[in-house]
């Protein structure tokens, strides 16, 4: 009887821990929805099934939402029989994947927990490694109830989880994550941040190994302190590259913009005031609607005496300007990769006021 109340507290501490993964992982991956899909096509493309990219969007909401409804219905233990069926499954599959990615294939983060905490293949496999065992004790503890005896309240409950993760990813594919974790928030100054902080580089440390004389023992000194010239008291022994000190490293190294002449990142960066980006991912296939609340949002720029930018990943064959409307807009080039870092749309807005990101949003959400 000891026994029995013993495993039925473990399984539950057992579930509570994998109820509380399942939550923090689905929900930081369904709020982030462009993100996941970039890294489910990278798996596609480290597999070889680069066909199956066109519909990675909507497989990202419904793995995410899939993933955050598990974890709330294992926390209120809402059809727990068949839920702990598919948490067993699941962390089964995503082991095995797991391992794959550290063991074999080149993938430097496998996004379990989207942009909000980076794991290393190999740390995110002793993870699941971990939780594996616990999806197994679950599903032990509830094996003898019923998977289909359904009520009324379950139901209701469970249909709601679902409504709600689908939702939530379906809310931010169409306009910008609830929750920024990029290095392109709101607040940040995009020219501060490409720095490394004042007084930590990444050139290593040489340090300098002396003997005292009379102690015999060693010490280190750094090439600024002198203490080590006194020949009479120290004796050299060693001169190493100390590799301890930690590499501060800017939290914005990527950005870089370029026109026809060339690198244009300093000059762009160094406009006083507020400054529009209309972030254009391809000229020919921007939807009428979102192009015509571009124009006028150029328009009224115009007016107030702010500066508007076009960034855009799209080649510009020499062209340096673009017609939104009436306004002739200044055009640059920025890497593909780095505006979806920057922001998580096809087409968009990102206000500048003195260098610092003031506000981000879809095409969708820009009302001039």
Not at 185 to 199: L, T, W, Y
Request: overall charge neutral.
């Amino acid at each position: 009887m000891r026994s029995n109340r013993l495993f039925k507290l473990i399984a539950n501490i057992c579930r509570l821990v994998l109820a509380c993964t399942f939550v923090l992982s689905g929900f930081t991956k369904a709020i982030d929805p462009w993100g996941t899909a970039l890294k489910v096509n990278e798996y596609l493309s480290i597999y070889g099934m680069e066909s199956l990219q066109g519909a990675s969007m909507a497989f990202s909401i419904w793995l995410c939402g899939a993933e955050l409804m598990m974890g709330c219905m294992l926390l209120c233990k809402v059809r727990i029989r068949l839920i702990s069926i598919f948490a067993l499954l699941s962390m089964s599959f995503f082991t095995v994947l797991t391992f794959l990615s550290a063991a074999l294939i080149p993938v430097e983060d496998c996004g379990c927990f989207g942009e909000a905490l980076k794991l290393t293949p190999w740390q995110t496999f002793f993870k699941n490694l971990a939780l594996l065992p616990m999806a197994i004790v679950v599903w032990w503890r509830y094996r003898p109830d019923k998977i289909f005896a359904f009520n009324a309240l379950e139901v209701m409950l469970t249909c709601t989880f679902f409504s709600m993760s689908m939702c939530l990813g379906y809310y931010c594919y169409r306009h910008l994550p609830l929750i920024d974790f990029l290095p392109y928030k709101v607040g940040v100054n995009i020219r501060e941040a490409m720095q490394a902080p004042d007084g930590d580089s990444d050139e290593p440390e040489t340090v300098l190994v002396y003997r005292n004389r009379k102690t015999g023992r060693l010490r280190e000194f750094s090439l600024d302190d002198t203490a080590w010239q006194d020949a009479d008291k120290w004796e050299w022994v060693d001169t190493r590259v100390s590799q301890e000190v930690p590499l501060v490293r800017p939290m914005i190294g990527e950005f870089s913009l370029r026109d026809a002449e060339g690198d244009a990142t300093e000059r762009v960066l160094s406009i006083p005031g507020r400054v529009y980006w209309l972030c254009v991912t391809q000229f020919d296939r921007i939807p009428r609607r979102c192009e015509r609340r571009m124009e006028r949002l150029a328009a009224r720029a115009a007016e107030e005496g702010a500066e508007v930018l076009c960034l855009t990943p799209d080649p510009l064959h020499g062209e340096q300007w673009h017609l939104f409307g009436g306004q002739r807009v200044r055009c640059y080039n920025i890497d593909a990769s780095t505006m979806k870092t920057m922001l998580r749309a096809r087409n968009g807005l990102v206000v500048l006021d003195d260098g610092t990101i003031s506000a981000k949003m879809n095409c969708r959400d820009i009302r001039p």
